[in-house]
Structure formats: C-alpha cells, structure tokens
C-alpha cells in the first residue's frame, strides 16, 4: 500500500483526481477547472497505463457509474477506480456528489477515507447556481428540503432526509460534524479554533453550511490554510471555488488565450430563450439584434452595416447574434410576409440567408473560429456562406449538441436544435468552445 506517500496537504502543482458517481456530474464539475484554465478529462476506466497517456492533464475526472449500485458494489468500485492514483505524488482528491443528495454518499465517502487516510473530509454540496444550499446542516433545492423535493420521487435513488449528516450517518453509522457559515467565519478570522480542536480529538468528517459561492470559497480558504490532507466532497458548487483556488496558487504557464465564440440564433424557441436568459446572467458579451422587418423590406444592406458598424470597436468579446423574435415582431413579420406573398417558409428562409451573410462578414472581420448555431435552417445557410463542404462530427457535449469542425475551414461549431438542452447548455457550450486547442485533441478522447 502506498498510503505513506499522500502527504499532509496536497501539492496543488499535481493532478486534481476527481471521483463522481454518474456522467453529467463528472462533466459539470471537471469543467469548473476548464473554467479556471486547467486542462481536464473524464476517464471511463483508469489504469496505471492511463496516467501516462493523460500526464498533460491538471485534472482527472473518473466516472464510476455507481450512483444507483448496492451500497456493498458501489464501495468495492469507488475502492477500484481510485488504485492508480494513489500510486504517485500527492494528488488532491475531490469526491463529487449528486446536489441533490441522490446515490451512495456516505458509502462512496467511507470507501475514499479508508483507502486515502485523509485527516478530513470536508462535505459541502451546495451549488447556489443552481438554487442548492445547505443551513444548519440541512440541504435545500430551490428553498425546499431535499426530501421534500423532485429528489424524494427519484425511482433508483430517492432521498429521505434533508440533514445531510443523518444521511451519511445512516448510510455509514457515522455523524460528520456540522460547522455552520458563522464557525468558518470564526476560524479564518482566527477568533476560534474549533476545527482543529475537533481534528486533534478525532473527528474527520465536516459537514459545511453555504448558501452563496463566497461561502463556498470561505470554506476552501478553511480547510487548505490548517494544512491537513482533505478529501473534498461537493456538487459543481464547491469545484468551482476549488478551481479557483488551484489556478490562483499554481504555475499555469501552459495557460491559453481564449478564443472568442459568435453565438447565433435562428430559433424563436422558449427553450433557447431561456438558455440565453440564463447565458446573460453567467457571461458578458456583446449582443447584436437584427431587426427582421429590415431584412425582408430590403433594407438588408443597412442591417448588415449597422452590425458591422457596432462591432468595429469591439472585435475580441464574444457576440450573441439574434433576430428580434418578440411576438409582436413575428406577427408583424408574418404579415409583411403575407401582405407581399410570401409563405411562411420564404420569411423564415430569408432570415437564415441573412443571418448566414452577416455571419461571414463577421468572421471576416473578427477572425472568430468558433461558432454556436441553433436553428436548423440557420445552421445550414451559415455553413454555406462560409463555403464548408459539411461537419466533421468530434464529440457530443450534451445529449442530442454535438460539436464539429466545418469541412473546408479552421472553424468549430456547436450546433443546436431550438428545443434541446437545459438552462446551461448555451453556456457549457460557449466554455467547450473557448477551450478548443485543434482537431487532434478530440481524436479518441472521451467527452469532456
């Protein structure tokens, strides 16, 4: 056994290993690095010959599919996957769990703590992003009890309790501490010493309040200034203040420049709306509406212009290129149309040509090599005006979204059908795009 070699606080210039419990969690939370600058990939099934294939990565993410296991199998597998990492230096360990508290936590906990004898866990699965927070060691979803939630409904993993501590503690018959926002506040104010009280007397296990990602990142400046080897146990929430304070305190010199990502949209659809609703809340850039009346009046040219015009000053932001899709717009779209003898189709067909010309003079301009496109129609008139031959298809980065590189060109696209996706997925995709390095990184790589 190797466990001599994980040293009191790990070396936050090795890898971060994270171990999550189903697909989407293992994306949501490795991303969080990406975010940070950090190069990261999800393995399917590690081996000792994986780490040298993967010795360019800042973060491992494994993927262990035990979410609804037996408690027995799912600690058996989290035990397995974890042998290769603990084999080499002083790796940070990150165990991520379900926000709503779905699964084998304190049985996939248990199997991590004894194989790694870390000094603490420290259990914190808010995610405020996402409307997940903890008070007074009970866990809400979007201001309701876990238990009272969606999650109690689950068919393989229904959640009873909302006290994240009876929960681990039923699941492993022990009861991590509770530390509250006001404790953590204390201790980094050196006004307490509780916590390493309770570490000297043998308590391991902490369940941390949040409610907000500053108390998240509060947390993570607790437990990395005592010093003490700590298996971080979290949602996407606790990664993200994690990341950040990997990337602030190691040498990132393989860092790159982002590139910048023209969004455009051809699709009316509530789905879409709400995802760039949401994408404005999380992102800036720099948004550009074509007002689809001038397009189908003739005065086409001057729309064109005035993009061209708006963006002469601002040519490194990412841009959010959308047509005017208000429903009194489209009623008075669909009568202009009417009124002109047009049908339905030759409006719509109309607006994609358009919004495929404007695309390429802002290619032409900007030299922007990554696209996000959603509407079918759309998508097409755009590949045609900047002359690829087709897709190349790389990867799916969420269900039914793939991403490609255009046949003829250097320029990746996402595309998207209106209704597809969640609330992030315009934002997951923006991120995918700005951290594409070249084609060959996407060859026999698993989904990021």
């Avoid at 600058?37 to 010959?49: M, R």
């Avoid at 010309?357 to 496109?373: A, M, N, P, W, Y």
């Avoid at 255009?406 to 992030?424: N, R």
């Amino acid at each position: 056994m190797t466990n001599d070699l994980l040293k009191k606080g790990a070396n936050l210039e090795q890898k971060v290993i994270i171990v999550a419990d189903d697909l989407t969690g293992a994306s949501d939370t490795g991303v969080q690095f990406v975010k940070a600058g950090l190069k990261a990939s999800v393995l399917f099934q590690p081996s000792f010959e994986d780490m040298s294939r993967y010795k360019e990565e800042d973060v491992l993410i494994v993927d262990t599919d035990s979410r609804s296991m037996s408690s027995e199998r799912a600690y058996n597998e989290v035990s397995q996957v974890v042998q290769p990492f603990l084999q080499g230096d002083s790796h940070l360990f990150f165990k991520k769990i379900d926000s709503t508290l779905r699964g084998n936590i304190g049985v996939e906990l248990q199997a991590l703590m004894d194989l790694g004898r870390f000094d603490a866990a420290v259990i914190a699965p808010a995610y405020p992003d996402a409307n997940r927070s903890t008070a007074y060691g009970i866990h809400y979803v979007e201001g309701v009890p876990v238990h009272l939630s969606e999650a109690a409904k689950d068919p393989k993993t229904p959640v009873l309790t909302s006290s994240i501590s009876d929960l681990i503690d039923e699941q492993t018959n022990i009861k991590p501490k509770h530390l509250s926002q006001q404790a953590i506040y204390s201790e980094l104010n050196e006004t307490s010493h509780d916590v390493s009280s309770l570490l000297k007397h043998g308590h391991q296990w902490f369940v941390c309040d949040a409610e907000t990602n500053h108390d998240l990142t509060q947390i993570v400046d607790l437990f990395m200034k005592i010093n003490q080897r700590v298996l971080w146990v979290g949602s996407a929430g606790l990664a993200g203040a994690l990341s950040s304070y990997v990337a602030k305190h190691r040498n990132l010199s393989h860092a790159k420049k982002h590139e910048s990502v023209l969004i455009v949209s051809g699709s009316a659809s509530q789905k879409t709306n709400e995802q760039f609703a949401f994408l404005r809340e999380k992102h800036d850039c720099l948004e550009v509406k074509v007002n689809p009346l001038n397009v189908l009046n003739g005065r086409e040219a001057w729309e064109r212009k005035s993009v061209m015009d708006q963006l002469l000053i601002r040519q490194d932001e990412d841009i959010l290129l959308y047509t005017d899709a208000r429903p009194e717009m489209v009623e008075q779209m669909l009568a202009y149309g009417e009124a002109n003898g047009m049908t339905r189709q030759e409006v719509g067909s109309t607006l994609s040509v358009c919004l495929g010309k404007i695309t390429k003079d802002i290619v032409e301009l900007t030299g922007v090599k990554r696209l996000f496109l959603t509407g079918g129609d759309t998508a097409r008139a755009i590949c045609h005006e900047l002359g690829a031959g087709g897709i190349q298809l790389l990867k799916e980065i969420e269900p039914g979204i793939p991403l490609g590189r255009l046949v003829d060109t250097s320029v990746y696209a996402v595309t998207k059908a209106g209704a597809y996706g969640q609330k992030d997925s315009v934002l997951h995709a923006v991120e995918v795009l700005k951290n594409i390095e070249g084609v060959d990184e996407w060859q026999n790589q698993s989904l990021l």
